[in-house]
């Protein structure tokens, strides 16, 4: 099983930035996919879900009204749409898929630099 995730890059504050996270060797719908980041020198950071069972989605303060997840299940792909983004936000992100509350698999991470 496997997760990677693509689509970071380098954006001017108040860009914009589409990550996703592919699965491979399991269906991505059966699983809580979550986004965590991580700034150089900063703790990990929660970001957001895509729950598994309803499709619920969950947001830090943070990055509520700027950040959308959504799920495409024919492309086994969580995304995560970063609007209005900030300095801040600059970090490595990744995906996690978790089952029945256990961590199952984690990406290698897409970095984002939000800078001008």
């Known amino acids: 099983v496997q997760l990677v995730e693509s689509g970071g890059g380098l954006v001017q504050p108040g860009g914009s930035l589409r990550l996703s996270c592919g699965a491979s060797?399991?269906?991505?719908?059966?699983?809580?996919i979550k986004w965590y980041r991580q700034a150089p020198g900063k703790e990990r950071e929660y970001v957001a879900t895509?729950?598994?069972?309803?499709?619920?989605?969950v947001y830090a303060d943070t990055v509520t009204g700027r950040f959308t997840i959504s799920r495409d299940n024919v492309k086994n792909t969580v995304y995560l749409q970063m609007n209005s983004l900030k300095s801040d936000d600059t970090a490595v992100y990744y995906c996690h898929a978790y089952q029945y509350g256990a961590l199952i698999v984690r990406g290698q991470g897409t970095q984002v630099t939000v800078s001008s």
């Open positions: 060797g399991f269906s991505i719908s059966s699983y809580d």
């Open positions: 895509m729950t598994s069972d309803n499709s619920n989605t």
